[in-house]
């Protein structure tokens, strides 16, 4: 019985492999059939080794690379481990060798798109050992979007690898719609304008603020910040903004008008709700920054970065992974009582501390 017991479960496993290599599949036939023609890729793949649909660079989306790529896709079949350290430094290294072969006309985002459903088990498979490898043949260049498939999944190195190469981390569920994540997430991805992005105020106004550097915008995406100004601001605040684009270097030179906070039916500041929502904006960007710089960290600054983090979920009611929410319910109602309307207190909904600061 207990054999037969494991016997299904495997089978049931490796019909999940299946239906998720398929909907793989299905995905990537879609987004190459949406790359743009002035695009180029290439297409890796990987469990032991690693094996280039054609070695030796980029290759432009024409018709005739796309039909090839799909048939390379079309025969793409799971096999043994998951050598997750060289893989990415194939694909870092063909794409620095792409710019200094020449290929690109003009300048375009380097952007990797790597997908597993596994914990690195051949070569290199110490996290920090990987992480600093690929920091290094990245060179603070390539944009590293991480998609995790799968419960064997090792989320939190995708989470670090994307955060210190200029992207994010995503999990993609398997259900039956996993093609349907894949392609909106490359929606999301698929049009660069700008990228090397930053934001420069004068510092006699602007106090303190939000991460101004932004690796790349998006078509249909935005760029937000938030900050404290100087009591004593002017009313107009210079914003100078640099990035480059396809085909050029980019420099504006914009002024802004400093409205002061006014609210409905010109009710005084201090009774308008517009100044409470920018006060937590800031808080809700700055602890996304700390979470964000605490991957990354060693012990030491771990242990700064999240008392930070922590202090500003406290004082502003957000909950973060070093807090939880703690919601107290009335008693239930002995049976055949008649239920009344229950004030829970302001107290009663909030942010707590959990009960250690690991800083992990």
């Known amino acids: 019985m207990l054999l037969l017991l494991l016997l299904l479960l495997l089978l049931l496993l490796l019909m999940l492999l299946l239906l998720l290599l398929l909907q793989t599949r299905e995905a990537m036939l879609t ?31 024409a018709p005739t690379t796309i039909s090839t790529a799909s048939t390379f896709i079309s025969h793409i079949t799971a096999q043994g481990g998951t050598n997750i350290n060289k893989a990415l430094l194939e694909g870092a290294k063909l794409l620095q060798s792409a710019e200094r072969g020449g ?10 798109i790597f997908l597993t459903d596994g914990e690195p088990t051949v070569g290199v498979t110490d996290p920090e050992r990987i992480l600093g490898n690929v920091r290094e043949a990245t ?41 349907l994540q ?28 939000t991460g101004g550097a932004f690796p790349i915008f998006f078509k249909g995406s935005e760029l937000l910040v938030a900050g404290k100004m100087a009591a004593e601001s002017q009313e107009r605040l210079e914003v100078t903004l640099r ?3 396809a085909n050029q ?6 002024e802004v008008t400093l409205r002061p906070l ?4 010109e009710c005084s500041k201090d009774l308008s709700p517009i100044g409470g929502f920018v006060q937590r904006l800031w808080a809700y960007l700055t602890i996304k920054e700390l979470l964000r710089e605490r991957q990354e960290a060693n012990e030491t600054t771990k242990r700064s970065l999240s008392e930070r983090a922590l202090n500003l979920s406290l004082a502003y009611n957000f909950v973060t992974p070093l807090t939880s929410l703690v919601v107290v319910r009335p ?18 909904l909030r942010s707590q501390p959990h009960k250690s600061l690991s800083g992990k």
């Open 182 to 209: 894949l392609k909106g997430f490359y929606d999301e991805v698929a049009s660069p304008l700008l990228y090397d992005i930053s934001l420069e105020y004068s510092r006699s106004q602007v106090l303190e603020a």
């Open 331 to 348: 008693d239930a109602a002995p049976r055949g009582a008649t239920r009344h309307p229950h004030h829970i207190p302001d107290t009663a």
């Open 262 to 265: 006014e609210g409905p039916l």
């Open 103 to 112: 290929e690109d006309e003009g300048a375009r985002a380097k952007i990797i």
């Open 139 to 179: 060179g603070g260049e390539i944009s590293l979007f991480c998609l995790g498939f799968g419960r064997s999944l090792d989320f939190p190195l995708l989470q670090r690898l994307s955060a210190q190469n200029r992207a994010v981390a995503r999990r993609i569920f398997e259900d039956s719609d996993a093609n």
């Open 249 to 254: 270097v980019l420099r504006s030179v914009n």
């Open 243 to 245: 990035a480059s684009s």
């Open 31 to 61: 987004i190459l059939a949406d790359l743009h023609v002035n695009d180029r890729f290439n297409i890796l793949t990987f469990s032991n080794s690693v094996t280039a649909w054609k070695p030796g660079g980029t290759f432009p989306a």
